[in-house]
């Protein structure tokens, strides 16, 4: 897990927050999923791996990366296709720190929600987040974390 000082332990959970008192929702800061624009003349899974490279340090296999499904988002302004994909991701994966290309003025920390706290995440309306990030918890719980809790 990434910290810097723009997040802070709740002391009831292991939920990192943004520091709003230092971060205000004005800014722009928010909890978001490792995401990338569609501007190379390759696949969007290959785009998909480079964009978790970059953002969280992983080097995720091809193989690895899960199509979930495909969708709009910004309906009535940008009308954006997005595709969704999973990836379970290991330590022996982990090659660098992430972060993003602060040169594209990326300012990016790679936070852990734990699973216990997965849908105390998605209900706080506190927590700037967009509504792919609630979709995609909602569809771990649904098809993924049956296949582990009772593991």
Not at 29 to 52: F, P, R, S, W
Not at 61 to 67: I, S, V
Request: with cysteine; aromatic share 10%.
């Amino acid at each position: 897990m990434c910290k810097s000082e723009l997040t802070k332990q709740d002391s009831t959970s292991d939920i990192q927050h943004i520091d709003s008192t230092k971060y205000p929702g004005q800014i722009g800061i928010t909890y978001e999923l490792c995401a990338g624009i569609v501007d190379k003349d390759t696949g969007v899974n290959v785009i998909a791996q480079g964009e978790v490279l970059e953002e969280c340090g992983y080097q995720v296999p091809l193989d690895n990366l899960e199509k979930v499904t495909t969708y709009r988002s910004g309906v009535g302004t940008t009308g954006s296709l997005q595709t969704f994909y999973y990836a379970e991701v290991t330590d022996k994966m982990k090659v660098g720190y992430g972060g993003g290309v602060a040169e594209e003025g990326e300012m990016i920390d790679v936070i852990e929600v734990p699973v216990a706290d997965g849908m105390k995440f998605v209900m706080d309306e506190s927590i700037n987040k967009p509504v792919g990030m609630i979709f995609a918890i909602y569809w771990f719980f649904a098809n993924k974390w049956k296949l582990y809790e009772k593991s």
